[in-house]
């Protein structure tokens, strides 16, 4: 496994989180899952970063939990947005898209 | 809303820690499973899916310490974990951290001590409002301070233009017989008379009652006195009722007009608890032979506004200069050389600052010895601990945790240090006090001063930390791999040189301090080789006083102190004793003027001491005879007026000539026509009245009767053929069998008297001493920390040497030689700086240079000696390094 890649670039981590449940609310191992599909295996997702990052954004309100029964009939919590995240969503992609523009122009005028 | 959920959040964890904790575990656990299923979904066996999680996330303790560590709420637990950590690492160096601890303790303790006990005399103003307008004023006696007289007091009172209040009290104490009803006991009260405006001159109001007024201070004026806070409650309960009350002092009635406030603080004198007005004859200024011309009362003023001192000094010079017909001046009050007058504060604290200053000096090279010693050993410690910090690095410890982690240890080292720091203060303080000499001002002041403490605690805790972080700094800024194969060598040169430059400027620090100590003592030793002219072994002292009414009479008064004087003679043990108006070395000054018939060059004669004397004096003190005749029973009242002179004076004023035969007048007698001459018939050797170190030694001695007045308090002096201590309680049972209520004060013997003497010099040189041992054990520690740290890291190198065929001893000659070069740049720094410091000590010193070369040959001498047996250890080891093991290990 290539080293560069098995991190999620720091301070990303939430917005990923937050993005992944606006889709669904979803388990811990699902988020994690999901980070990894949709990134085509780019990001692997720690879990005890992942918990950690989680209980964070609880506490700051930008999503709920509950304990929940799963597919296949077992107890896991489950994290749902709220309308704060759901807005911090939408600040974080927002100073993204700039930010990565920015980078982008620069590499392109550099090239 | 956040802030809320964070608390609550927070609070819920904390008081149901077992819940969360499990809800955590149980969410790592359900992660896994997940995980594993997903694993074994793409065709792994379980087991090697469950290995295949373990490696990409690490096991779940981990993880589950991760997530619980996140919150707020854990902080304090993390923080334990340092502080637990840093206990056991601290505990397992126990040589280290007992060292680092008791230096800090040492360090902090003392210079906490030294400064509380300095801070309220030197530096704090005096407890009075705007106490720098307060002078102290004095009859200028050959440039010397003397006591003024109560009619020289009057004259400066009219005449000046400087001082809005004027005052005088006297210096001796008066000491009054408190007797109350149902009550067996009566108790001799230290009190003080005072003229009506003291109080006003130190800006204090009475708390109760009222101050004293222009109508209490006259002659046989109403009996009123001021009763401090601290006798009010002890004696009188603290009832406000008591002022206006009448209570018994020797025997008579006085009224209390008024009450102090609580935190008055006498510092003219502060043994004083009760004050009488002073209630002196102002109408009799003509007639020189009253007690109103005696030089005994000190004398205060409160500057006007917008006066400075120097214009008050120039005020008072001008009227010493410019008498008036209607303030007449006896010879020896004739202010011929003007006035000596300085703030309170200064005055109060003159005779003690340059030993006070010193010590200061003392107490601060010792916090710079402390602090030098505890970077190096922090120092030493971070060289040991690299490897250490670099496998904690490499095991991903980040750098802000082992920050964090060297800090709480910096911190709990210095914790420990300061707690015992207090401890020694605590102590310290009050063993200062307790050797201090009787005359340090404001001693009652002295406790330990929490803003020292505090400032010398937190200077040593920035260097603790500056210095304890330097190995993470170190660990966690370069390669990891890099620094774990240098450590793994050998260690690093740069600290070796720091370290070395720090243990050269601590031995320099302690040369100094050794220095000083070494000077002092042979100061001291000088001084009290010096003979005081009289034999001062198996001699008891003590002061008696009449006091009362009783005792009105002159005669009954001599006849007290001569019966007196007997019952202690026939105690059993007591050889001789007899009484003297003044007692060598005690602090007694009693000086007068003196005149001489057909003197060829009269005037300069100065002040002579006075003594009158009991006949027995001399043989009891054991004071030679030179010449003539001892005065004996014989002279009396009423037959012709005799003296006995001392040697220097003989040979000062009759060089070459026979003084028996001469004839003089002294104090009040001098340049009065009608008065009679008193014939010199003895010369009696030299005796050191003021102290030691002091030169005058010239003496006029009669016998009581033959003087104007009565002397009171007289010093009764004993000789006794056993110990002169044991003694004291029968000779006092003796006099109070003639009279049982009369006042025994200042009890001691001759030889104390004679150290008591030298008690500054004295106390500087026992602090200087407890500092020098405290300093050179701290440079020995240091020498033999770098010197057995540089064997450690230069073991290869050592075994290489060993290999090679260097012997033992040239090995340890080797390690030997390097401790001893330390050592001598250090002697050579150290001297220097000695040289310079001593300067501070010179005004303490006698008889000795301040650049002794003794002295400071010694004291080089006993370092390198103490930095050779710090050093011997080392080289013991290094000869005994195994070239095979040293070499295999590597």
Partial sequence: MDDSNTDVIQGTLDMLILK????????????????????????????????????????????????RQTENSRRAKFYTLTRGGRKQLEVETEQWMRRAGAIARLLKAEG | MSVWRQLTRGLRVLTRRADADREVADEVEHFLEHDAAEREAAGLTPEAARRAAQLEYGNRTQMREEVRSAGWENVPASVAADVRYAARRLRRSPGFTAVAVMTLALGLGACTAIFSAVYPILFEPLPYPEPGRIEMIWDSNGGERADVTFHTCREVAERNHSFAATAAADAPLWQPTLTSAGDTHPERLDGQRVTADYFRVLGVRVAIGRDFAASDDVLNGPKVVILS?????????????????????DGELWTVIGILPRGFDNVISAAARIWRPMQYDTAQAANFSTREWGHHLVMVGRLRAGVTEEMAGRDLNEIARNPRGEFPRPPWADLKLGFIASPLQVEITRTVRPALLAIVGAVLLVLAIACVNVTNLLLARGVQRQGEMAVRVALGAARGRLVRQLLTESLLLAGAGGALGLVVAQFAVGTLVAIAPVDLPRAGAIAVNGAVFAFALGVTTLIGLAVGVVPAMHATRSDVQTRMRQVSRHAIGGHQLTRRVLVVAEVSLALVLLVGAGLLLRSLGLLLAIPPGFHPDHVLTMQVQESGHKFDAAEVQYQFFERAREAAERVPGVTAAAFTSQLPLSGDIDGYGVEFQNDPNPGDDGSVFRYAVSPSYFETMGIPLVRGRLLNAHDTAGSARVVVISQSLAERKFPGRDALGQELRLGSGVGKKDEPWATIVGVVGNVKQLSLAFGNTDAVYMTPRQWYWVDNPMSLVIRTSGDAAALAPAVRRAIWSVDKDQPIVRVATMDEMVANSEAQRRFALLIFEAFAVVALALAAIGIYGVISGGVTERAREIGVRAALGATRSGIAALVLRQGLALTGIAVVVGLAGAMAASEALASLLYGVSRLDAATYFGVAGLLLGVSAIACWAPAWRAARIDPAVTLRSE
């Avoid at chain 1, 999901?34 to 309100?61: D, H, M, W």
């Avoid at chain 2, 806070?229 to 002092?249: K, N, S, T, Y």
């Fill in chain 1, 20 to 67: 992944t449940l606006s889709l669904e609310p979803m388990h811990g191992f699902g988020i994690a899952r999901r980070v990894g599909q949709i990134s085509r295996g780019v990001f692997k997702v720690n879990p005890g970063s992942l918990l950690t990052a989680l209980e964070r954004l609880e506490r700051a309100g930008w999503v709920d939990s509950e304990w």
């Fill in chain 2, 229 to 249: 806070d601290a006798l009010w409650r002890r004696r009188f309960g603290a009832d406000p009722g008591i002022v206006g009350r009448q209570i018994i002092l």
